[in-house]
């Protein structure tokens, strides 16, 4: 079996960590596949890109991939017809000098509310020609059937704690959608679901986030065996492919009668854009226990033939089970590889 691991964020970039914190560790896995690996240098691309590039074929700059449609078709809309954009429901609090977007996975809307607030916001996208549609509590969605708006949108993934006025639409047809941000923002702020809300000291609905706009990419054949881990944006990809896919949660269950496995480890990336270098340190430790620790078992074995683990970086580390037997290579400190120079 081939395994290729990703893990995105492998690499710290944070200034507040330094070399001692990384080398007091203990990360026996990584340091024992860094030293038995060969280290290969590869393109420097983002997660997002290498993700689509693996399932598509295509290559697609980050801010440019139909993530809306992706999901849109798993979450079981029509994707393949029109143009799709998603319209995330968000809460922004004041800054100094403007509005930061929370991470949006800590509003837990119930199905209720969800509802009131689709009936509340539906009205203002008729003069948009555009179909409101929320299957989940988290994603929303936009779909121009015939002509979609000329703009170009920020990923929410990049805006997460961040000014949002640095990241709202361009384009065209950019002031007309800033127009339409901020009519948003007066529906909601009268919303009764978020004055209950705010009664109950939880977070309110006080935005929504456009981006991801685009149409579903040409359909093609499964890419891996199966696939591990991974956000939403990951499901989407194998929903679209047909690739069969598992939650990280499930464990990772490996067999030399499989052909190709994609694990995707993104919990250290979901710590790097919330800004949190103490979760990235106490993350990482972890990682190492639950996922590298069992594939070197799997390689010792003989069940993996080869392991290749590829980040955001500009290497990737390539282990076959005989370049794991070379016990006599010594590890090196972490941190050369870990931080960032």
């Not at 961040?162 to 702020?189: A, C, D, S």
């Not at 047909?242 to 496995?261: A, C, F």
Request: with cysteine.
């Amino acid at each position: 079996m081939e395994v290729t691991l990703h893990i995105p964020a492998l690499f710290s970039e944070f200034p507040e960590i330094n070399a001692d914190e990384i080398n007091h560790l203990k990360l026996p896995g990584l340091a024992k596949l860094f030293a038995r690996s060969a280290a290969i240098e590869t393109e420097d691309s983002s997660y997002e890109e290498w993700l689509y590039r693996q399932f598509t074929g295509d290559r697609c700059p980050a801010d440019r991939i139909p993530y809306a449609s992706l999901a849109a078709s798993m979450d079981g809309l029509q994707g393949n017809q029109g143009w799709w954009m998603r319209a995330d429901p968000v809460f922004l609090y004041p800054d100094t000098h403007s509005l930061i977007m929370q991470d949006p996975h800590t509003l837990n809307l119930t199905m209720r509310e969800r509802d009131d607030l689709v009936d509340d916001l539906k009205p203002l996208f008729a003069e948009y020609e555009a179909d409101f549609y929320a299957p989940t509590t988290q994603r929303w969605y936009l779909n121009f059937r015939e002509h979609p708006p000329a703009i170009e949108c920020t990923p929410l993934h990049e805006a997460v704690m961040k000014p949002v006025n640095n990241y709202l639409p361009t384009g065209e047809h950019g002031r007309r959608w800033h127009t339409l941000f901020n009519e948003i923002q007066m529906v909601l702020n009268q919303s009764t679901v978020n004055e209950s809300r705010e009664y109950h000291g939880q977070q309110t609905v006080n935005s929504l986030w456009f981006w991801g706009l685009g149409q579903l990419p040409q359909k093609k054949a499964a890419v891996f065996d199966c696939c591990i881990g991974g956000s939403d944006y990951v499901q989407s990809l194998c929903h679209h492919t047909s690739n069969r896919h598992k939650p990280l949660t499930d464990g990772i269950m490996v067999s030399r009668y499989q052909q190709n496995m994609l694990i995707v480890e993104d919990r250290l990336l979901h710590s790097r854009r919330l800004s949190h270098p103490d979760r990235w340190l106490e993350t990482l430790e972890i990682i190492d226990q639950e996922i590298i620790l069992p594939l070197l078992t799997g390689l010792k074995k003989g069940d993996i033939g080869s392991l290749q683990v590829v980040s955001d970086g500009r290497l990737n580390f390539h282990c076959t089970p005989a370049k794991f037997r070379s016990f006599w290579k010594r590890s090196r400190p972490l941190s050369n590889y870990l931080v960032q120079s």
